[in-house]
């Protein structure tokens, strides 16, 4: 048939057409349509004919007839839906209401705006954890750069180091745990050894008159688990520090205490060193006390003479606390000589402690230390978040 | 840290002025180191801080600090020395088994009830902690006109001799005094392994002591109708011994009594103890300042030694001093500087903030950690804190797991406490079971350090941090704790990968290694019933662990 011919008898023609040459039905030779194959099973029609009779319809073929324009989504049932409503109070604000704009002509029941809503548990941070993790944060505005050192130490770093005596009270076993397993570990380099040893044995190059007792290698050897933070101080100090320095350290510490409301299994040490060739006692003191307003929120302190054996002057702070009066809040001192030179620092070093699960149960408003880490899911999903 | 009692009353008496308590207790006791931990009527319980100081664990010793600021005495005290002509000799034949001896005599003591208790406590502080629990230091004193010199400190054989030990009746040799004797039972083992046991024996054959257990009943009772006493002090060392002596006849001769040397007679040597000499030193005045911060004069470092007990003379830029003979604790000018600042009072000293410009940093993996924990807490996970301490059971047998090598403490407090863990699952568990009765589903998660055996390792062993979450409670599966840990490895940028795995604490065909980069950093299962059982834990688990140090970039 010639093609004019077609065109008139055909509405959308040039639509048809294009869709009969995409599908091969049809060929165009010389000015004539010719069929080249009948069309069999079509798609379209056939959703056509489903949208038309309300049957379910095919995704891939919807998005064609949508594309074509030959349907288009109707309002009419949200607003025959929504019109339900007209007049009357209504619980839920459905998306019928809202697009149609139907919820002018509604009521929405008003609620019970009093009543709780059903009990939820946010995921939270364990509230001492979060306590240390604030200490951290402040230690690290003040300047403090973070140590890190081993769970399990030899006695060398967490004693001798120290200038500790080998058979010093402070090193006897009912103050300390030791290992069955593994025993042994291994000494820092020939150079450092040796100067410890003779730091403990004559004084060395310290200036100092020594414990005088033949020193053991074999025992400052032995491995123990962290008993202070301070073996990790010790490290620092011998793998080198700048000058003027200032570190920290927040690490789990253990002792064989028996178990009671004040003493755990395990506790958290914070402490700190601060090199400087312009340190002295008074700026100890100082520091101090900025610790004690700027973590505790103190009033005043007051300051006692104490003892470390690895600290000469030593001093104990104790904080006046808004709520709880006065409490031990810190320990410090200038490292002993018999420490520092040893180590390879010959600058002053200041080291301080802070008693910081006795602050931390201050915070947090417990009374027994065991509840730092509290195994009750009740007690820790109630816990407030502190700021 | 030992604790001592003393009477207010005495104590004042012995400083010779009246020291209000409130002035005591906020100010003096600081001079001597301590702090009044409790007031009971007339007794003060004090907390003496050094351990290097035993002169300061009786009253006598404590009043020796505080007359140098609230009495009249000042500078070194001074103790005259007279012979006694008493002999001690030791046997050479106790080189091995408790190799000295120093002695000394003490007369004309009024022996009250506060002198008595006094004694009987500075000599139990002072061998108990001074003398590392008598190993280093026994002290023995004794009625000295109940013994016949000379004396003899030799050995004997377990069996070899009988006394009347203190306190008891019948005579009993050192063997059955170290197996029936209350004070054998607790210092016996520091005799063990020795064919022959220390003793002092008199001239008459009478036994003084057995040391370091106990004196004899006879000769070494000291009672209220003592006048003179026989003091000696037996060990190893005399950087112990020395000291040790010199305390305790110091502490004497404050109440009046009169000091007087023994001679002790050494196979190659004599030694004449008590030599109650001052001992010499010296400071300069720019060290002093240097170390304390303040600008101390000359003369007034001086008069600040002079309270705390020395003898201090200027020598040009630097101090000449004189220390009593009891303290052995200055081991360098750092330690009499200490005692300069005690004596100018810390409380005035005024604190100085220092202002050193530095970088404060933390490390990698707390960082690290921080961020994988509010990660967590999003997800809607309560974090939990945990012991690292643990025990086998918990770590192998609850888990289903044959029992492994981990990090083991020899002294244990409780077999609770006896390992470190070297995973985190078991911790989350153990949480789990002891919140069965709490409102479900739970989700918790624990980021925490374990202890893994490492040979190669300088401390033989590394430190691992972990991150383990588990959820219990009903309709909540396998598919859940995978969607939490995809949804933390996205939160993180990470690409992960999730391979079957055999792992006996899981239900089988429910576990998978957690690899990253290829490696494996991870287990994510859900928990065996028979695991559960075990824990008594009545809900359905699922856990995954996660080794940080191996997913941080």
Avoid at chain 2, 167 to 181: S, V
């Amino acid at each position: 048939m010639a093609m004019s011919e077609v065109r008139k008898k055909t509405p959308d023609f040039s639509i048809a057409l294009s869709w009969a040459k995409k599908h091969g039905w049809v060929a165009i030779d010389k000015g004539k349509l010719v069929v080249v194959k009948k069309p069999g099973k079509i798609d379209e029609r056939d959703a056509l004919k489903g949208v038309e009779s309300g049957q379910a319809v095919g995704d891939k073929v919807l998005r064609i007839l949508l594309g074509r324009n030959l349907v288009f989504k109707e309002r009419e049932d949200s607003r025959k839906k929504a019109m339900k409503f007209i007049g009357k109070e209504v619980t839920t604000l459905s998306p019928e209401l809202i697009k149609t704009g139907m919820w002018k002509k509604v009521k929405l029941k008003p609620y019970n705006v009093g009543a709780r809503g059903e009990k939820k548990y946010p995921g939270k941070r364990q509230p001492y954890n979060r306590f240390l993790m604030q200490v951290r944060e402040k230690l690290v505005q003040l300047g403090f750069a973070e140590m890190s050192g081993p769970i399990i130490e030899t006695e060398f770093w967490n004693f001798d180091a120290l200038f500790q005596a080998q058979n010093h009270p402070s090193r006897d076993w009912t103050q300390t745990y030791t290992l069955k397993k593994p025993r042994t570990g291994s000494l820092p380099p020939k150079n450092v050894v040796e100067k410890v040893k003779a730091a403990h044995e004559n004084g060395g190059r310290t200036g100092s008159t020594g414990w005088g007792y033949k020193w053991d290698p074999a025992k400052a050897a032995q491995l123990m688990p962290r008993a202070h933070g301070t073996a990790c101080s010790a490290r620092q100090l011998s793998k080198g520090v700048n000058v003027p320095g200032k570190y920290f350290a927040i690490k789990r510490c253990f002792r064989p205490d028996v178990i009671d409301a004040t003493h755990g299994v395990e506790f958290n040490q914070c402490e700190g060193i601060i090199i400087d060739e312009s340190m002295t006692f008074d700026k100890m003191l100082g520091m101090l006390k900025l610790f004690a307003t700027e973590l505790a929120g103190a009033e005043d302190v007051r300051f006692y003479p104490d003892y470390y054996p690895f600290t000469e002057p030593s001093v104990q702070l104790s904080a006046k606390h808004p709520e709880l009066g006065w409490i031990e809040f810190a320990g410090a001192g200038i490292f002993r000589p018999e420490m520092t030179e040893p180590l390879g620092v010959k600058q002053p070093v200041l080291a301080w402690g802070l008693g910081i699960d006795r602050l931390a149960m201050c915070k947090l408003g417990i009374s027994d230390i065991r509840h730092l880490f509290s195994q009750d899911i009740d007690w820790l999903r109630r816990q407030k978040v502190t700021v | 840290m030992p604790t001592i009692e003393v009477n207010y009353e005495d104590l004042q008496m012995l400083v010779g002025e009246h020291v209000p308590l409130d002035v005591l207790q906020d100010e003096g006791i600081m001079y001597a180191k301590g702090e009044v931990d409790e007031i009971e009527g007339e007794v003060l319980k004090l907390d003496m801080k050094d351990t290097n100081r035993p002169d300061h664990w009786s009253v006598e010793g404590v009043a020796r600090e505080l007359q140098g600021r609230y009495g009249h005495k000042k500078g070194v005290p001074t103790y005259d020395v007279k012979p006694s002509g008493l002999v001690v000799k030791v046997d050479r034949k106790l080189k091995c088994i408790r190799p000295y001896t120093v002695c000394a005599v003490v007369k004309n003591i009024n022996i009250s009830h506060e002198v008595l208790s006094q004694m009987i406590q500075l000599q139990e502080k002072v061998s108990m902690t001074f003398g590392r629990n008598r190993k280093e230091v026994a002290i023995g004193v004794y009625d000295l006109h109940k013994i016949k010199g000379p004396i003899e400190f030799t050995s004997v054989k377990p069996g070899g001799i009988r006394f009347v030990p203190l306190e008891f009746e019948k005579p009993m040799t050192p063997a059955e005094i170290l197996k029936k004797h209350p004070k054998g039972l607790e210092h016996g083992h520091l005799l063990s392994g020795l064919k022959e046991y220390p003793i002092f024996i008199d001239s008459s054959g009478e036994v003084l002591s057995l040391p370091p257990i106990i004196n004899s009943n006879h000769t070494g009772k000291v009672s209220y109708s003592t006048k003179d006493v026989f003091i000696e002090c037996s060990g190893f060392d005399m950087k112990f011994l020395l000291p040790a002596l010199n305390t305790i006849v110091a502490a004497l001769a404050d109440r009046g009594g009169e000091i007087r040397s023994v001679r002790v007679e050494y196979h190659d040597k004599v030694r004449h103890t008590p030599d109650m000499s001052p001992k010499k030193s010296s400071i300069s005045v720019d060290y002093v300042n240097k170390v304390s911060g303040l600008k101390l004069s000359r003369g007034k470092i001086c008069e600040l030694l002079e309270e705390a007990r020395y003898d201090a003379k200027p020598k040009g830029k630097s101090i000449g001093l004189l220390y009593p003979a009891y303290r052995q604790d200055i081991m360098h000018p750092r330690d009499v500087v200490e005692d300069i600042i005690i004596s100018y009072g810390y409380n005035r000293i005024k604190p100085v903030a220092p202002k050193l410009h530095t970088i404060g940093s933390e490390t990698e993996i707390e960082k690290f950690s921080s961020s994988v924990a509010e990660v967590m807490a999003g997800l809607g996970f309560q974090e939990t804190l945990s012991y690292i301490l643990t025990n086998k059971a918990s770590l192998f047998g609850k888990m289903n797991l044959p029992e492994g090598d981990v990090a083991e403490i020899e002294n244990i407090v409780s077999s609770n406490w006896s390992v470190f863990r070297n995973w985190l699952i078991p911790s989350n568990l153990e949480f789990l079971s002891k919140n069965k009765h709490r409102e479900y589903p739970q989700q918790i998660f624990e980021v925490g350090d374990v202890v893994i055996l490492e040979q190669k390792k300088e401390t033989k062993t590394s430190d691992g941090r972990r991150m383990s979450a588990s959820v219990c409670g009903l309709n909540i599966g396998y598919e859940y704790m995978a969607s939490m840990l995809d949804a933390l490895f996205s939160a993180f940028g990470m690409e992960y990968e999730l391979v079957a795995a055999k792992h006996p604490t899981f239900i089988p065909g429910r576990a998978a290694e957690i690899r990253f980069s290829g490696k494996p950093v991870g287990i994510i299962g859900e928990i065996h019933p028979a695991v559960l059982n075990r824990w008594e834990i009545e809900n359905p688990v699922v856990s995954f662990e996660i080794d940080l140090r191996r997913i941080m970039v």
